[in-house]
């Protein structure tokens, strides 16, 4: 857990995303991303791109075997598939966010939920959509930070989506270390307790 | 079964065929201590890829074993894990690039030693999906057959040396038309202290029916759902 040494009212760039909806954006080396759970327990699927060349992208392996450990918090480093340092976590007053759990489809909700879920709304949907917009592709939606959402793994191997450690009002913020782009789909998953079975906004701010 | 192909990856060797739907892909740690990085992609859609976190999320697991099956993106499979005699694989810690083979191992160069040198198994996958016609968009969190890592209760992963001894091995049935590209460069969170180079045999049997009391079939109810959508799959697609 680490407090922001920011001041919300001197940010250069607000937008709240609503719930099942996407943003993209660049962050410019230096600047500063805060990502703010307005309402508590929301998952923000959230993929980073060096921007203007998609090849180099945030890579969730290359993230855990770096730092030699699952979790996501405050001094972890976003490493892309190439090792270099896409953004720094400076700040995070949630204290743990995941990024083995990937983001839901339409087609995924079909495995784990019933046959029945197909039409559901999914983040990889909206992913294709920001990604289309951003000159890109299917290939080029690779597996995702969940920020906010609690997935804890036991020394005997137990994987679960367990109930949200995040609160109204908590936040992330990460540090830029080259020209990136951030791409947020909002998770719209009714189905787990990934948003508290309520999905709600989040908040973008950007110094 | 019949097997209708072998052969023998050194250490640090890279390999990438398409292996039919149905067959089965046996690897054998030939010395004890080895590691074989693995992708998988549809033979005919090749943006359909092996996806490590629906994998996890649709079994609740942290690793693979047999009774595993191995979900793409798509919400059907491509592989299920129908022999073990290792039962913890690796999934989650990727492969090793070229920067941390030289700042752990040192630099050995082809001039200085031939095929022995040291590579890292970023640059054995990538030089494997080139031929394929695919590259760095193409590379996802891998698998890491006979490799073990785990977590405490806070998040911080150790590798387990000597998971796997001389004369394990794991047999996956390809459950679409499979590109399986593979290399034998060592888990990325193994330790120094010299450049470990291990063999492994690589097998292909052509492999029997899956049958209803099929045991990766029924571990879980999301792999029924997912072999029904795969199943879907090729009886819309293909007449066999």
């Known amino acids: 857990m680490k407090e922001s040494e920011q001041i919300v009212e001197a940010a250069g760039y607000k937008s709240v995303i609503g719930a099942g909806d996407y943003w993209w954006k660049e962050i410019k080396a230096g600047e500063v991303l805060r990502i703010h ?7 923000a699927d959230t993929l980073f791109y060096r921007a203007g060349d998609l090849a180099e992208r945030y890579s969730a392996s290359d993230t855990i075997k770096k730092q ?45 939920y019933a046959l029945e879920k197909e039409p559901m709304h999914a983040c990889r949907d909206s992913f294709i959509r920001g990604m289309q917009e951003m000159g890109g592709g299917i290939v080029d939606i690779t597996c995702n930070i969940n920020f906010f959402m609690n997935v804890p793994v036991t020394p005997a191997g137990e994987l679960s989506f ?4 995040s609160a109204p009002g908590r936040y992330v913020e990460m540090r830029a270390e080259m020209d990136v782009i951030a791409l947020i789909s909002n998770c719209p998953q009714l189905n787990n307790p990934c948003n508290g079975w309520n999905p709600t906004p989040v908040e973008v701010l950007v110094w | 079964m019949k097997r209708i192909y072998e052969t023998n990856l050194t250490g640090a060797g890279m390999w990438s065929k398409i292996i039919g739907r149905g067959k089965i892909l046996k690897l054998t740690d030939l010395e004890g201590g080895a590691n074989v990085g693995m992708m998988l992609y549809n033979a005919n859609e090749r943006t359909e890829r092996y996806n490590m976190p629906d994998t996890l999320k649709g079994q609740q697991v942290f690793y693979l074993r047999q009774g595993i099956c191995l979900h793409t993106d798509m919400g059907r499979l491509i592989g299920s894990i129908v022999e ?19 700042a752990k191992y040192g630099e050995l160069s082809y001039q200085e ?3 022995d040198w040291y590579r890292s198994g970023k640059d054995c996958f990538l030089i494997e999906l080139a031929k394929w016609g695919m590259g760095e968009k193409d590379w996802m969190p891998n698998l890491n057959f006979f490799s073990k890592a785990v977590t405490d209760e806070k998040g911080a992963l150790s590798y387990v040396a000597g998971n796997s001894k001389a004369g394990d091995s794991v047999s996956v049935r390809l459950e679409m038309d499979a590109l399986v590209v593979v290399n034998t460069c060592q888990h990325p969170l193994s330790p120094g202290g010299g450049y470990v180079s291990t063999p492994v045999l690589l097998e292909v049997f052509e492999g029997d029916p899956v049958l209803e009391d099929d045991e990766c079939l029924n571990s879980h109810p999301e792999n029924k759902r997912a072999f029904r959508n795969t199943e879907d799959y090729h009886q819309l697609g293909f007449s066999r």
Do not use: F, P
Request: glycine residues 16%; hydrophobic residues 30%.
């Open chain 1, 37 to 43: 759970d307005l309402e508590g327990n929301q998952a």
């Open chain 1, 68 to 112: 030699g450990g699952l979790y996501l918090s405050a001094g972890s480093k976003l490493i892309s598939n190439r090792g270099n340092v896409l953004l720094e976590i400076i700040a995070d007053t949630c204290g743990r966010h995941d990024t083995l759990g990937g983001a839901c489809s339409r087609e995924s909700n079909t495995m784990r």
């Open chain 1, 162 to 165: 367990a109930d949200g450690i």
């Open chain 2, 84 to 102: 073990d005699s290792v039962g913890w694989h690796d999934t989650v810690c990727g492969t090793s690039d070229a920067g941390e083979v030289k």
């Open chain 2, 113 to 115: 030693a031939h095929n």
